[in-house]
């Protein structure tokens, strides 16, 4: 019974945790708390119900098709909207992003309507069991997904040209230039990755639920931004532990008959981290340049 | 090789630079030096396009760079190591020097940076693995300037090279830095240290708040009286 809890709170939690990736990635660089990335996440679930029909069924190309149409939409969002404002104050860019996640919510609202549709089967959802454990096949996907694109992820930032880069970029942004990076570059590529991330993201969750609604990028949003802090947001594999934890947490939570309180738990958590370890769990105290 | 010309920059509306102009030969050490808060980062920082010129121009080798993004003027040759070393504390040695050869084309051109600046300082070579923010201060300068000589730069920029190091260090600093201008490199040095920036620079200007007050041989300079009484302590 506990194994179980835990194998769904880590489907759960490692969906937050694509999510909290792009996050975290986008705040290392250039200190941005991106409002709009939830909602990259939501249209994610809806190219992802698109490409279904259009691909028959093909559970991969639903996936790839929608990572990449977020690709194109997350550069792009930071090419005309957030890139023009780089030198603005903070809070005009952190306004920018909300407007950009209204912007979003109600063209999706307008195309599609505010009812939730249903997700086209694409994956058969089998019930695995072994022993008293009991899993469906979807669970698996997502977790096998998760943990591919995750050391993916960890590849690229570690061995990669453009990862080596980013890691400078987002410890020092004017020595980074410094070296001849070009930095727009870096930020496009960090656009790029989270919106993947975040894109497949959708497409595991609209699978899970089997809904899909031009609202549903708001809680995870916020939840995934939650598990981004409670890692420490700037760090990538806190963002990571933070998903996985919060998904544990609320599974826990409602299996111990607070399912009323569900969303209530991750803020919980979040004023917790905030009073305690401000920086998060895998965050540096913060350092103050003189 | 290097042209600044009428420079203006303003922080808001205060003014940090008023009007400065100088140049640096190829071959040149030439060593620009004032107190605190003379506008000596500010110069470089605007050469190397991190700062933009609120007026006036900037030539290097003949091309105005003025308006470039930093990237470009890498490109073109011209590096800086800023102040304070700025390694990049969580990434290792090797990852340092790599993140200064961004700008090589191939794998061979990056591999034989390395092999130079290990030969140069064989202290980075025993230290490939290590994490930057792990090392000496005096290690950390060498990184820093190993960094910036993996793109090949033919002028470098150094700010304070000699910032927070033993007497000793500083000898060897500055030593190296005489090297690296004997096998090709022109240097464009911003001191504090006076007196060992006009000991090995060939020419010198001396910035006093924001603009370009006596300039000439740096050997020459050493011997007038306000710069004795005001830079070299006298």
């Known amino acids: 019974m506990l194994l179980q809890q835990i194998i769904n709170g880590l489907t759960l939690g490692a969906t937050y945790a694509l999510i909290a990736l792009g996050y975290t990635m986008v705040y290392g660089i250039i200190q941005l708390i991106n409002f709009a990335h939830g909602d990259i996440y939501m249209i994610g679930a809806f190219i992802g119900v698109a490409a279904v029909a259009i691909f028959h069924q093909n559970f991969f190309l639903t996936l790839a098709t929608a990572m990449l149409a977020c690709v194109i939409l997350g550069v792009t969002i930071e090419r005309v909207a957030y890139r023009p404002l780089r030198r603005a104050p903070r809070l005009n860019l952190l306004i920018t992003t909300i407007g950009v996640s209204i912007f979003l919510e109600t063209f999706m609202t307008v195309l599609k309507g505010p009812q939730p549709t249903g997700f086209p089967t694409v994956l058969k959802n089998v019930t695995l069991r072994v022993g008293e454990l009991e899993f469906s096949s979807i669970q698996l996907v997502i977790l096998l997904v998760s943990l591919v694109l995750m050391v993916g992820l960890q590849i690229i930032i570690k061995y990669t040209k453009i990862g080596k880069a980013m890691r400078a970029a987002s410890e020092d942004y004017d020595t980074a230039s410094l070296m001849g990076i070009n930095i727009n570059r870096v930020i496009s590529f960090t656009f790029a990755i989270g919106s993947a991330l975040a894109a497949a993201g959708g497409v595991l969750v609209g699978i899970y639920f089997n809904s899909v609604s031009p609202y549903m990028g708001v809680t995870a949003g916020l939840k995934a931004f939650v598990a981004a802090v409670l890692g420490g947001i700037g760090n990538i594999p806190g963002a990571m532990l933070g998903g996985l934890l919060l998904g544990l947490a609320e599974v826990f939570g409602v299996a111990a008959g607070f399912s009323t309180y569900k969303d209530a738990i991750a803020f919980t958590l979040l004023i917790i981290i905030l009073l305690v370890r401000p920086t998060g769990l895998l965050g540096r105290p913060i350092q103050r340049k003189v | ?234």
């Open chain 2, 1 to 234: 090789m290097l042209e600044v010309k009428e420079v203006s920059v303003a922080y808001g509306v205060i003014e940090a630079l008023r009007n400065i102009s100088f140049t640096v030969g190829k071959g040149e050490i030439v060593a620009l030096i004032g107190a605190n808060g003379a506008g000596k980062t500010t110069t470089l920082r605007t050469i190397s396009g991190l700062l933009r010129a609120k007026k006036g121009q900037i030539f290097y080798k003949g091309q105005d760079i003025t308006r470039l993004p930093p990237y470009k003027i890498v490109e073109l040759g011209l590096t800086q190591v800023p102040e304070g070393r700025r390694v990049f504390s969580r990434m290792t040695v090797l990852e340092n020097l790599e993140m200064g050869g961004y700008v090589l084309r191939s794998r061979s051109e990056l591999k034989a940076g390395l092999e130079r600046v290990f030969e140069r300082f064989p202290r980075l070579a025993e230290r490939k693995y290590q994490l930057a923010g792990t090392l000496s201060g005096g290690e950390q300068q060498m990184l820093a300037m190993g960094r910036a000589l993996m793109s090949r730069p033919e002028l470098l920029l150094l700010d304070e090279p000699s910032m927070g190091l033993a007497p000793l260090l500083v000898r060897e600093v500055f030593s190296i830095i005489q090297e690296i201008n004997k096998a090709g490199t022109t240097i464009l040095l911003v001191e504090q240290n006076a007196h060992m920036a006009l000991s090995i620079a060939h020419r010198a200007y001396v910035l006093q708040t924001g603009e370009i007050t006596l300039e000439g041989p740096a050997s020459e300079l050493a011997q007038k009286p306000e710069v004795r009484r005001a830079y070299l302590g006298e």
